[in-house]
């Protein structure tokens, strides 16, 4: 089974959560981790040789990354018959927000067909913040310094119920077969 992982991270907190998710998928299945930071927006990768697509987005100020939306608008329509799985990274505590938050990252025809959604707990990287985002950080939380949210469990419960759903519920698209039929009469041309 082949997996595909796309992701973008502005600090590396969803490149962390995406390759972890993959550790974890991998023990039994070809999985390849994109950032679509490096995507080439002038190939179109082929869909239908993957059976499974992960998407994740980190969120600052209750919205995805630029990139993340203009992929998903790209390439939704390519995703619509396949297994699809979101996730999104962030600091939210609350499980409303969290859910808004789902709700804000990804358009509604990406999570209508999700098969699973997740939010996955977040960082925030003291280093690699400018001095506005240190501000705002530290007003809101009180705190300085780096701080590690990532919610290891549940990764670990995503990735299950990503092993899982694959062979419970998936329904590979239907191909056309052409009907074997004897042809009583030879074409025209033999006659």
Not at 18 to 30: N, S
Not at 58 to 66: E, H, S
Not at 172 to 180: A, G, H
Request: with cysteine; aromatic share 12%; glycine share 6%.
């Amino acid at each position: 089974m082949r997996t595909v992982i796309f992701y973008t991270s502005k600090y590396g907190t969803t490149a962390t959560v995406a390759k972890e998710i993959a550790e974890l998928l991998t023990v039994d299945e070809q999985v390849e981790v994109l950032d679509i930071k490096n995507f080439n927006w002038d190939f179109i990768p082929d869909f239908k040789a993957v059976s499974r697509f992960v998407i994740g987005v980190p969120m600052y100020a209750g919205k995805p990354l630029k990139s993340m939306r203009k992929f998903c608008d790209a390439f939704s329509f390519k995703l619509e018959k396949r297994l699809v799985y979101l996730f999104v990274c962030g600091s939210e505590i609350s499980p409303e927000k969290q859910q808004a938050e789902l709700e804000a990252a990804f358009p509604e025809s990406l999570r209508r067909i999700a098969k699973g959604t997740a939010f996955l707990g977040g960082a925030f990287h003291w280093k690699k913040m400018n001095f506005m985002e240190r501000f705002i950080i530290k007003r809101i939380t009180g705190r300085t310094g780096d701080m590690d949210m990532i919610r290891h469990k549940a990764i670990k419960k995503f990735t299950e119920q990503i092993s899982s759903g694959v062979y419970e519920n998936y329904k590979p698209p239907k191909m056309r077969q052409k009907k074997l039929e004897l042809n009583p009469k030879p074409p025209r041309h033999i006659r």
